[in-house]
């Protein structure tokens, strides 16, 4: 679950010792183990045994260029959701057609940049699709359906039911088709994605099978996307999937699909945290403790500014004293940089006992971790640490106070 380990009292990822990282880079930094990402990349491979499998990697989860480098080394694809992820996608060796782009509510402007780039787009609005045809009448266009089934660990990452502003809902896909068959569009995916963590099997495959239900009234499909939303475990007591006993059955559907449909189609999937969240943790560093009569606090060099799940969705994220592995279990908030409520990366955990100076490590910490980093307050971002084979090497430098000032304001 928490890939780090311990030997002789020190926390290790693979051969490397993190509290080396923090005295050679100093923190806040991320650290992300190449490895990792890979044995996940490997084990969706390996859970969905269909001859045409695509994993389009959500780099929204963390778009850091050697991630994505190293997945276009493994064959992945891409699925990115602005023109900038295009951009970046691009710089890191994948082409156009590795890439699918998911609208949400994207300008014209936008639009047009993607269609010029020769990227497939995935729309998921009458409104869109109106336009889209207008202007590019005959094109290829992938359709994101709305299964109207409600699943994903909290309320904010739902990104399907009736209310939910994503996807053409059932009861559009009628009107949907009356647009594409105006503009001659041709239909060539159907995608879904119904939300992130996704842990209710049952929901899931009632959401393939409605897609699929969808997927036979188009002619000229060449693959069916079912989005990404697999489960990490971020509580050491929260139960995962039996991924490899989910692929067979999911195997099973689609083998039957495709063969009424009359042809082998693509089997796309879009995962985003479940390919990073584990390789990654963030190193921040103690500057000071405050006990009173009412609560111990740790306030650490790092805020939701550089990690904000914490804040954004209640998430837990494990969290361990780098330099007192063995000590006595203590209870703390563990409090960021910035002067707001809540600005708290774990509340009343129980951690080994905390000293100023010392260096905790914020665990799952690759997924929709830096990606979603910002510089408020002026504090410039962490930066990134890569481990590849054991070997270690800056990716993205911490900037100092100076050198952020000089880049985002002279
Ligand atoms: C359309 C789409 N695909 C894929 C993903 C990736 O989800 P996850 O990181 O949970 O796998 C998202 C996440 O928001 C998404 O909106």
Not at 36 to 52: A, C, H, L, M
Not at 392 to 409: P, Q
């Amino acid at each position: 679950m928490y890939p780090l380990h311990i030997t002789n009292n020190e926390y290790f990822f693979g051969d490397v010792k993190l509290l080396d990282i923090a005295k050679s880079f100093g923190t806040p930094t991320y650290v992300y183990d190449l490895d990792i990402v890979g044995e996940q990349y490997d084990s969706i491979k390996k859970s969905f045994d269909w001859p045409k499998l695509r994993i389009c990697y959500a780099m929204k989860a963390n778009s850091n260029i050697d991630i994505l480098k190293f997945l276009k080394s493994k064959g992945s694809s891409i699925d990115a959701v602005s023109y900038g992820d295009i951009l970046v996608a691009l710089k890191a060796g994948f082409t156009p057609e590795d890439i699918i782009y998911t609208t949400n509510n994207a300008s014209d402007e936008e639009i047009e940049l993607v269609v010029k780039s020769n990227v497939l787009i995935n729309i998921g609005d009458l409104s869109r699709l109106e336009k889209f045809g207008q202007k590019h009448p005959e094109s290829k266009v992938c359709l994101r359906i709305n299964t109207e089934v409600e699943s994903g660990e909290n309320d904010l990452v739902k990104t399907a039911g009736k209310e939910s502003q994503f996807g053409i809902l059932l009861e559009d896909v009628d009107a949907a088709k009356n647009i594409i068959e105006k503009y001659h569009l041709n239909i060539i995916g159907i995608h879904e994605h119904t939300g992130s963590g996704l842990y209710d099997t049952d929901d899931m495959f009632e959401s393939i099978n409605r897609t699929l239900n969808v997927a036979k009234k188009f002619e000229n499909l060449e693959f069916v996307d079912f989005g990404g939303g697999f489960k990490v475990p971020y509580k050491p007591d929260e139960h995962t999937i039996d991924y490899n006993k989910f692929g067979k059955k999911l195997i099973e559907i689609f083998d039957k699909f495709c063969k009424d449909y009359g042809k082998t189609l693509e089997l796309l999937f879009e995962p985003g945290k479940y390919m990073v969240a584990q390789s990654g943790i963030l190193l921040v560093e103690v500057n000071t403790i405050r006990k009173t009569p009412h609560k111990n606090y740790a306030g650490v060099n790092s805020g939701f500014s550089q990690l904000i799940r914490p804040l954004l969705y209640g998430a837990y994220h494990h969290i361990v004293n780098c330099n007192n592995p063995n000590g006595i279990k203590t209870k703390y908030d563990i409090a960021g940089n910035i002067c707001e409520g809540g600005d708290l990366f774990a509340k009343e955990r129980m951690i080994e006992e905390i000293r100023e100076g010392d260096i905790l490590i914020i665990q799952n910490a690759g997924a929709y971790c830096y990606s979603m980093a910002s510089v408020y307050n002026n504090r410039p971002l962490p930066g990134e640490i890569i481990i590849i084979k054991n070997k270690v090497k800056i990716s993205t430098e911490r900037l100092s106070f100076e050198k952020y000032v000089h880049k985002y304001f002279d």
